[in-house]
Each structure stands twice: as structure tokens, then as C-alpha cells.
């Protein structure tokens, strides 16, 4: 078997056992994920201090960028369940570093919620990469209602 076809079989299956609540969490954490998006854009003060402390400031000013781009089209891509898949494989970097290099540095305490905020993101991100985006999304409408089928 290939990858194709053991993805197809997980899109399947995980169709079958896909509860509705489920899509009604992909889309709070599509929103949650484009708010902030905006946030980092709004923040251009944070911005600026994390790019002056850069030694790669060229580096650092692309990365937000990327960030607050990615956050934005990727959470509205998720919220509607329209290339979800897609969508997480380039929010998972940013999670990523988030959880490693930037919300450890305070410690693995309680009082850092943005941490656990971050690794709750991830494991959500994790789960819909696997079991995709549900009935209610628009990757669901389009393979049912494929072109010429109405």
C-alpha cells in the first residue's frame, strides 16, 4: 500500500467516526488560531523588540511575517474546513517553535498558560491533520458534490 491509499483509508474511516461536536472545535480553533493572527499583527511594539534583540534581524522580520500571514489564511482555512490538511502542515512550525522555544524559556508552570494554551493548540492541530476536517466543511461538500454530480 501506499501513502495515497492509506490516507484514503484513514479519510474514511475517520468520516464514519467523526462526530459533529468535533467540527464545532475545528472551527473555534480556526477562529481562535486567525484572532491571533490579528494579534501579532496589532502588537508591532513586540514586534519591533524581538526583531531589534534578533541577531538575524532580516530573519526575524520575515518570520513574523510568516507568522501573522499564516495565522490569518490558515485559521480562516480551518474555521471552514477548506484544505484543512494544508492549512495545519503550515501552522505546525509556528506551533512548534512556540511551544519549544519561546513559551518553555518561562517554565513549565502553571502559571504559564500561554504555554499550555500553545501545546493544547498542537495536540488540536495534531488530531484534525489525522482525522481531517469533518461533514461540516467545505472539503466534505466539494467530495460529495464533485463537478457534474448534482
Known amino acids: 500500500m501506499n501513502l495515497i491509499q492509506n490516507m484514503n483509508r484513514v479519510d474514511r474511516w475517520s468520516e464514519m467516526r467523526h462526530p459533529i461536536w468535533i467540527d464545532f472545535i475545528r472551527v473555534g480553533l480556526g477562529l481562535f488560531i486567525l484572532a491571533k493572527g490579528i494579534m501579532f499583527i496589532q502588537h508591532t511594539e513586540t514586534i519591533r523588540n524581538i526583531m531589534e534583540h534578533s541577531q538575524f534581524r532580516w530573519l526575524a522580520f520575515g518570520l513574523a511575517h510568516y507568522v501573522a500571514m499564516v495565522h490569518i489564511s490558515g485559521g480562516v482555512l480551518i474555521a471552514l474546513g477548506l484544505i484543512t490538511r494544508i492549512a ?17 524559556k518561562q517554565g513549565f508552570y502553571v502559571e504559564n498558560s500561554e504555554l499550555w494554551v500553545s501545546v493544547l493548540v498542537l495536540v488540536l492541530l495534531i488530531f484534525f491533520l489525522f482525522f481531517g476536517s469533518g461533514r461540516f466543511s467545505f472539503d466534505y461538500y ?8 448534482y
Open 88 to 104: 495545519i502542515l503550515f501552522q505546525l512550525p509556528i506551533l512548534l517553535g512556540a511551544v519549544i522555544f519561546v513559551n518553555s
Open 142 to 149: 466539494m467530495r460529495v458534490h464533485k463537478e457534474g454530480t
